[in-house]
T-cell receptor, first 114, second 115 residues
Framework: SAVISQKPSRDICQRGTSLTIQCQVD?????MFWYRQQPGQSLTLIAT?????????ESGFVIDKFPISRPNLTFSTLTVSNMSPEDSSIYLC???????????FGPGTRLTVL | KNQVEQSPQSLIILEGKNCTLQ??????????LRWYKQDTGRGPVSLTI?????NTKSNGRYTATLDADTKQSSLHITASQLSDSASYIC??????????????FGKGTSLLVTP
């Protein structure tokens, strides 16, 4: 298995500000993923972060709003920029490993925007 | 469009009872199916993962089944415990070729086990 940690675990932010979420994996992984989980909803993939290249964003998500860094094979950050109350959600980092590319998730960051 | 539908949306059972959660999917090409348990305020944790050729897999009191013909899966929980209270998410992986894949998430079944 993989151990993934995220910081912060939760935050309450003001509208218009930005928050950077950090994700650390206990071993090197090729791809890391960022998800959003809104209340009562399933996980939605925001982007895939590869080391050494720009992140690949899913439809509906753009780099200006969710810039991602991937400086090495164990670490990534997701920034939620110019926040609005609609950005209130749980943000999850994940990585895959193993024969079946089993996906491991971090504990999530619960973001509330006032 | 690839979809994963789970039922019921929520479920309340007494401690010690058994329950079965359902997952129907329309995902192609199918790669594998995973069940995750997500405790409140935590990230999802993998319970089982099954490929096309596997029709049952157990992990302690959790037993998952897969019928690839009807595109249905179930997660059976035996002798439920209070700690089983969580959201259970069905995730179906679609192969994209070149070792790529896409995950399709169900909305989850919220299970509450009461004393």
């Amino acid at each position: 298995s993989a151990v993934i940690s995220q910081k912060p675990s939760r935050d309450i932010c003001q509208r218009g500000t930005s928050l950077t979420i950090q994700c650390q994996v206990d071993s090197q992984v090729t791809m890391m993923f960022w998800y959003r989980q809104q209340p009562g909803q399933s996980l939605t993939l925001i982007a895939t972060a590869n080391q050494g290249s720009e992140a690949t964003y899913e439809s509906g998500f753009v780099i200006d709003k969710f810039p991602i860094s991937r400086p090495n094979l164990t670490f990534s950050t997701l920034t939620v920029s110019n926040m609005s109350p609609e950005d209130s959600s749980i943000y999850l980092c994940s990585a895959h490993r193993g024969t079946y590319n089993e996906q491991f998730f971090g504990p999530g960051t619960r973001l509330t925007v006032l | 469009k690839n979809q994963v539908e789970q039922s019921p949306q929520s479920l309340i059972i007494l401690e010690g009872k058994n329950c079965t959660l359902q997952c129907n999917y329309t995902v192609s090409p199918f790669s594998n199916l995973r069940w995750y348990k997500q405790d409140t305020g935590r990230g999802p944790v993998s319970l089982t993962i099954m490929t096309f050729s596997e029709n049952t897999k157990s992990n302690g009191r959790y037993t998952a089944t897969l019928d690839a013909d009807t595109k249905q899966s179930s997660l059976h929980i035996t002798a439920s415990q209070l700690s089983d209270s969580a959201s259970y998410i069905c995730v179906v992986s679609a192969g994209l070729g070149n070792s790529g894949y896409a995950l399709n998430f169900g909305k989850g079944t919220s299970l509450l086990v009461t004393p």
